[in-house]
C-alpha cells in the first residue's frame, strides 16, 4: 500500500518532542491573560462565510484572496477561520454575554487558515494567540491591550522588538483622508500594482499597506492620516501615549501602519521584529468601534489583537531564547520476574497518582536496556525490584545524578521515602521554576 507521507501545504505537525515549546509559551499566554482580567473563549473553527466577509471586510485581501470557503452538505456556505476577532464578537452577540455588563475581556488561543504562499512566517493553517474587549471607549483600554501584548515579549524575554502605532480616524474624519488618498494616489495610478488600482476607489488606505516595492515608494509621500483625524481622534490617541509613557514602553507613531482587516478605527499598532525576515510583524491590533454594529449589534466600542505563535517562536529562536524541556520522569522501576513486575507497576501508578511522573517497561526489554532507556529519557531516580527485594520488602532506589543509593521499603512507607529523596535529590519542578504555580 502506498505510505501517506505528506499533510497539506502550508501545514506544520507540532511533534511530541517540540510541543513542549508551544504549551510554555501559551501558558505564558493564559497567565498574562489573567493577570489583564481577560477569560478564555472558544469559538467553532468555521463559521458562516457571511461573517468573514461583513466583519473582515469585503475589500480586504483576507476575503478575497486567502480564506478557505466550501459548501457543506446541507448547503450552507462556510468558512475557515483566517483569524480570531469574528468568532468572537459573533458569539458575544449570539449569546448576550454583553448583559454580564461592560467592559467584556476576552482571550483565544486558536488555529487559523488562510490560503496564501507558504514562505518563512507564513503559512496555510497558523495560530493566533488574541484579545478581545468589548464596551471600552476609553484610551486606557487601547493602553492596557497594547502592554498586556507586550508584557508577553517581556515574560519570554524577547528583545529589539519595535512597537509603532498610529491612529487611523474614524467614520467623521477618515472620509476626508480617503478623498486625499485617492488625489494622491490616483495621480500614479499607471504606475501601482493590478490590486493596488483596485483598492484606489475602494479602499485607498490599504495602498499604503502594499509590499510591492513600487507601491511602497509611491507611499512613501503619501497625506499622512495624523494630519487628517478629528480633534476626538487627535485627543484620544495622546491619551494612548501618555498611558504608554506612563507604563514606560517604548513605540514609533508610524503613520503608514493601516492594518489589514477592514474593521479598525483610531488606534493601530504592531509589534515588529527585523529578526525573523520579511514576516516581522508578531503582532497587530487595534481599536475597531465599528465592528459590533456591522454584525447587527448595538454600538459597542472594542478593540483587540492577534499575535502569530509561529512567528513569536520563530523569533524566540533567531535570539537563542531557549525554553528548558520538561522533566520526562521522576523514577524508572525496572521489575525483573512477573511477580515483580506487577509490584513496579503498582508503584509506578502510585507515584503518577501524586502528580509526580514515573515510567516502567511497556516494549520488553531486558536489564540493561531498560536502564540505558531510563537514562536515555534523563529519569533522575531509578530502582529494580526483584524476587530479592520482594521477599525482603526493601528496594535501593538510585539517583541518577549524582549515582547515590538509598534503600526504601516497599510496602506504603515507599512513597513517603521516594518524596523526601526527589525534594531533596531533585527540585527542579518546571513549573515551580517558571513561577507558573
Ligand atoms: P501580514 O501582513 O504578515 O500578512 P496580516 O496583517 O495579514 O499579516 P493579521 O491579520 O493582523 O496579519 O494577523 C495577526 C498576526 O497573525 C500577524 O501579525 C502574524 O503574526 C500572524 N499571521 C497572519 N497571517 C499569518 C500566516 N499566514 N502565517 C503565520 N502567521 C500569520
Ligand atoms: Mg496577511
Redesign the pocket.
Known amino acids: 500500500m502506498k505510505l501517506i507521507t505528506s499533510g497539506i501545504k502550508g501545514t506544520e505537525d507540532i511533534l511530541p518532542r517540540d510541543s513542549y515549546r508551544w504549551q510554555f509559551v501559551e501558558e505564558i499566554m493564559r497567565k498574562q491573560a489573567a493577570s489583564y482580567g481577560f477569560k478564555e473563549i472558544r469559538t467553532p473553527v468555521f463559521e458562516h462565510t457571511e461573517l468573514f466577509n461583513r466583519s473582515v471586510g469585503d475589500t480586504t485581501?483576507?476575503v478575497q484572496k486567502e480564506m478557505y470557503t466550501f459548501i457543506t452538505k446541507g448547503g450552507d456556505t462556510v468558512t475557515l477561520r483566517?483569524?480570531g476577532t469574528a468568532g468572537a464578537a459573533r458569539a458575544m452577540l449570539e449569546h448576550g454575554v454583553y448583559n454580564d455588563g461592560y467592559p467584556i475581556k476576552a482571550y483565544y488561543i486558536t488555529s487559523?487558515y488562510?490560503y496564501?504562499k507558504p514562505e518563512k512566517?507564513?503559512?496555510?493553517e497558523?495560530?493566533?494567540f488574541?484579545m478581545e474587549v468589548y464596551g471600552a471607549p476609553s484610551y486606557f483600554a487601547d493602553a492596557e491591550v497594547i502592554c498586556a501584548a507586550n508584557s508577553i515579549f517581556n515574560r519570554l524575554g524577547v528583545k529589539n522588538l519595535s512597537l509603532e502605532i498610529n491612529s487611523i480616524g474614524c467614520s467623521k474624519c477618515r472620509p476626508k483622508y480617503h478623498t486625499a488618498l485617492k488625489e494622491y494616489f490616483g495621480a500614479h495610478e499607471s504606475e501601482l500594482c493590478d490590486t493596488c488600482r483596485s483598492r484606489l476607489d475602494r479602499n485607498p488606505m490599504r495602498i499604503l499597506?502594499c509590499?510591492s516595492p513600487v507601491c511602497s515608494e509611491i507611499a512613501k509621500n503619501a497625506p499622512t492620516v495624523l494630519d487628517f483625524i478629528c480633534e476626538d481622534c487627535s485627543a484620544h490617541f495622546d491619551g494612548v501615549k501618555s498611558c504608554l509613557d506612563a507604563a514606560g514602553l517604548e513605540y514609533q507613531v508610524n503613520p503608514t501602519i493601516v492594518?489589514?482587516?477592514d474593521y479598525y478605527t483610531r488606534t493601530v499598532f504592531?509589534f515588529v521584529s527585523n529578526n525573523i525576515g520579511a514576516?516581522g510583524?508578531?503582532?497587530?491590533?487595534g481599536r475597531y468601534d465599528g465592528l459590533i454594529e456591522e454584525l447587527g449589534g448595538q454600538p459597542t466600542p472594542s478593540l483587540g489583537?492577534?499575535?502569530?505563535i509561529?512567528?513569536?517562536l520563530l523569533l524566540l529562536d533567531s535570539q537563542g531564547i531557549e525554553i528548558e524541556k520538561p522533566p520526562v520522569c521522576d523514577l524508572y522501576i525496572v521489575g525483573m520476574g512477573e511477580a515483580a513486575k506487577l509490584k513496579a507497576f503498582e508503584i509506578i501508578e502510585g507515584v503518577r497518582n501524586s502528580s509526580l511522573i514515573a515510567e516502567g517497561d511497556i516494549v520488553g526489554r531486558g536489564l540493561k536496556a531498560q536502564m540505558k532507556y531510563a537514562d536515555k529519557i534523563g529519569a533522575k531516580f531509578s530502582m529494580v525490584i526483584g524476587d530479592n527485594e520482594l521477599a525482603a520488602n526493601k528496594a535501593v532506589i538510585k539517583n541518577m545524578a549524582d549515582g547515590t543509593k538509598h534503600e526504601v521499603p516497599l510496602d506504603d512507607g515507599f512513597y513517603d521515602a521516594f518524596f523526601a529523596l526527589h525534594v531533596n535529590g531533585a527540585n527542579d519542578n518546571f513549573m515551580e521554576k517558571l513561577g507558573l504555580n
Open positions: 485581501d483576507v483566517p483569524e487559523c488562510r496564501e512566517g507564513r503559512q496555510r497558523f495560530h493566533q488574541g499597506d509590499k492594518r489589514g482587516l504592531e514576516q510583524t508578531v503582532c497587530g491590533g489583537f492577534g499575535m502569530g509561529e512567528r513569536l
